[in-house]
């Protein structure tokens, strides 16, 4: 067996280990949904089932993607004024998020920093903005594109994750924003805090809006 074929097969070995890790995760998210579970139980639930804190970070992102939908009716009702920013904001409260099963992204990211705290993993809300096909130019005084996601710190080494939209039923689509690649992240995502870019050199917003948008998948 020459050596390039055992590098092969340890590589293939490797990701259907990963695979395999991340199928036992999913499954364990399942096995909850008929539990009724409060936060507290879930948290519980889930530290007695895992013990590595990436995986544990892996499941509450997996948990929300199945269990948290966009909630689009509040936000059309905050665009129209029928309900105050106040109210608005209240909704996007963890409890609530958990309670009534949806949210926008300030609620994911919010019930998503919420888990890992609890678990004793350090994690951030990142404010920012976001382009896509909508928009391919960021405009930091107006509020249609504003988006939330998170920071883990894994390993001594911070993440980026966007359970928003890692809710995706496709599963690639899915897995890539979990530990979403700096370089990945800037094509869409612009933090108003340029730390949180994770990038050696940080892009100023004019290089943002100047680089060309793509579908960062």
């Not at 990436?54 to 939908?69: D, H, M, P, R, V």
């Not at 107006?142 to 001594?156: M, P, Q, S, T």
């Not at 928003?164 to 370089?183: C, R, V």
């Not at 108003?192 to 948008?213: D, R, T, V």
Request: glycine letters at 4%; one cysteine or more.
């Amino acid at each position: 067996m020459n050596r390039t074929f055992c590098i092969i097969i340890f590589i293939l070995s490797f990701i259907n280990f990963g695979f395999s890790q991340n199928e036992s995760i999913r499954s364990l998210v399942e096995k909850t949904n008929d539990l009724n579970l409060d936060m507290w139980e879930l948290t519980t639930f889930a530290e007695e089932n895992i013990k590595d804190k990436e995986q544990l970070a892996t499941f509450f992102y997996y948990w929300i993607g199945s269990n948290i939908k966009y909630d689009y009716k509040s936000l059309k009702e905050k665009d129209d004024g029928t309900i105050t920013l106040e109210e608005y904001s209240n909704r996007q409260d963890e409890f609530e998020v958990y309670k009534n099963r949806k949210g926008v992204c300030a609620g994911y990211a919010y019930l998503f920093k919420w888990f890992l705290d609890w678990v004793d993993i350090e994690t951030v809300v990142i404010i920012g903005h976001i382009r896509d096909d909508r928009n391919h130019y960021v405009e930091l005084s107006e509020n249609d594109f504003r988006h939330a996601w998170n920071a883990v710190k894994l390993n001594n080494k911070w993440l980026l994750v966007d359970s928003t939209w890692g809710t995706s039923n496709e599963e690639s689509e899915s897995e890539f924003y979990f530990d979403i690649k700096p370089e990945f992240s800037i094509i869409s995502h612009y933090p108003e805090n340029s730390e949180w870019q994770l990038l050696k050199e940080p892009l100023s917003l004019e290089e943002f809006n100047n680089s060309k948008f793509i579908k960062p998948i």
